[in-house]
């Protein structure tokens, strides 16, 4: 559909973006070359605003609401060259309207992120209001904005906000009006339906998981966005939900049906003038629009938008089966099949802890313990409570460890394991102020951290004397980002996704959450949806 803000606004928005604003930048463009002398056209200069808001919120955690104080624990906010220079998603963007010449970006004071990531739960609502009334004050001080960019994820969670991404361009445009275009970028994980589109012009999700493209994302963006601000592209959208919900464990890419999926969005968009985005959704955000969203942008052509979204939406839906459910072995057994890897040569191992969002649960270790295996580096636990020990006791290298480790958040995160050990390294460590590695025994090794941390390659786990090629066995907190440095790069000769004992949030059994917000029932396969698709009004 083409932008329902109101008919009056769609007409007026037409009118803007198919005649008003193309003549306006043609006018420009003559007035400056009249003004050089007719010596040549110089570039028109486009001053595009770069907003970060993002979040992937787990309502379900135990975590504590994320306030102001999560968000400013580094600095107050984001801004400008330091904003700019975030690399990812707003990377791509810059390095793309850089190379165009004529796109000026301007860093808009933005949130930054919430400290314990993921594993906190929902956003409150005194949070959001006041990073929106920072953003919204100096957006207003920037205008006249010729564009505005906005670096989402699509799984933030504010109480009492129902569709917060939405909330956010619907005040971005309340500021810019309707004739400045709103394209964002999104993780997969994001929970979309039509509404932001009501408010946008674009979005650009990305199409592997681990996000690879996150990169290339933005820089789509930034071309989109400089196509629309010439004059030479009218978004047209479609936005489909099929009614399916997964867990994100089996939304890698690099299993089918989830690389079939976002293979056919890229055929589209190499057969016909389209952008095609797929969310697969976060299923542990309680909210209305959570599960799969299809977005559809096409240049003017609403017929294109439709059947490509309904393609895409009947392909998920006849794939759904095998996309919602998957099987992993539990800690026992997981442990012993690493036991017959080690056997056979096949090291390293990694056992990918897929349920673990608060980052405490102590399954995998407590079996490791127990069937005696050893060169294991478990990487790594959130023990903010033996940190602080360590940091009464001054604690160095060499001190003899003797702590009870995990197991704070409830039943599924298991019960405290007994370590006793000795401290090898003990101080900062990446954004924290201090981990401690401590090894354990049978040549192992455990880091603990202060919130949920993960560790996505070897690389990372290069802290004080920890060397990980030494080790033969990794436990990483991780469901799919760990392959990027572990598997996907041949590090791994054997992976093993590990579930939890027990009906958890972050498992695969999603009918043990208490859903309150989101229409569990209408989504497959916790209900039967009386239509397959729909698009949202």
Known sequence: MTHPRTSLTCRATEFRRKVFRPAMRAGISVLLFCATGCGGTPAANYRVAVIQYNHETCTFCPGGDAEIADRTRLRAFVAGEDLLKTGGFIGGFIDQAREYGDVESIGIASPDGVYGGSSRSWNSKESFEHFMGLIVEDLNSRMPIDGVYLALHGALAVRDVPRPEAEIARRI?????????????????????????????????????????????GRRAAS???????????????????????????????????????????????????????????????????????????????????????????????????????????????????????????????????????????????????????????????????????????????????????????????????????????????????????????????????????????????????????????????????RRGFDETGYAQTVIVVDAPGDWFGTTRLNALDYRFAPIDQLYPFGVPERTFSESE
């Not at 394209?183 to 592997?208: C, I, M, P, Q, S």
């Not at 995998?364 to 360590?390: C, N, P, T, Y």
């Open 173 to 217: 445009r309340k500021v810019v009006g309707e004739m400045v275009p709103i394209v964002a970028t999104f993780d997969l994980h994001g929970n979309e339906d039509a509404e932001f589109l009501r408010w946008a012009d674009g979005a650009f999700v990305t199409k592997r998981y681990p996000h690879y493209d996150a990169r290339l994302q």
């Open 224 to 482: 989109y966005m400089r196509r629309i601000m010439k004059g030479q592209y009218r978004p047209t959208t479609a936005t489909r939900k099929p009614p399916v919900i997964t867990a994100t464990v089996l939304q890698w890419t690099g299993q089918s049906p989830s690389m079939d999926i976002m293979e056919r969005a890229r055929r589209w968009e190499a057969r016909e003038e389209a952008f095609v985005s797929v969310f697969y959704g976060y299923p542990w955000s309680d909210v209305p629009d959570v599960g799969t969203t299809v977005h559809v942008m096409t240049n003017d052509n609403q017929e294109l938008a439709d059947r490509i979204a309904d393609d895409m939406a009947e392909y998920i839906w006849r794939v759904r089966g095998e996309f919602a459910h998957g099987d992993y072995p539990l800690p026992f057994d997981a442990v012993r099949r690493a036991k017959e890897a080690i056997a056979r040569g096949a090291v390293p191992v990694v056992l990918a802890d897929h349920s673990d969002r608060p980052g405490d649960s102590t399954w995998i270790l407590r079996q490791l313990i127990d069937q005696q295996v050893g060169r294991v580096l478990f990487a790594g636990l959130r023990a903010e409570r033996s940190l602080e020990k360590l940091a009464d006791q001054n604690a160095q290298p060499g001190d003899t460890f003797e702590m009870e480790v995990g197991g704070y958040t409830g039943p599924q995160a298991g019960d405290p394991v007994s370590i006793s050990g000795t401290v090898r390294y003990f101080g900062p460590s990446g954004s924290y102020d201090r981990v401690a590695a401590i090894e354990f025994g049978h040549e192992s090794m455990i880091l603990l951290v202060p919130t949920y941390v993960q560790y996505t390659s070897p690389a990372q786990l290069r802290i004080g004397p920890v060397e990980p090629d030494d080790y033969d066995v990794f436990v990483v907190k991780s469901r799919v980002h760990f």
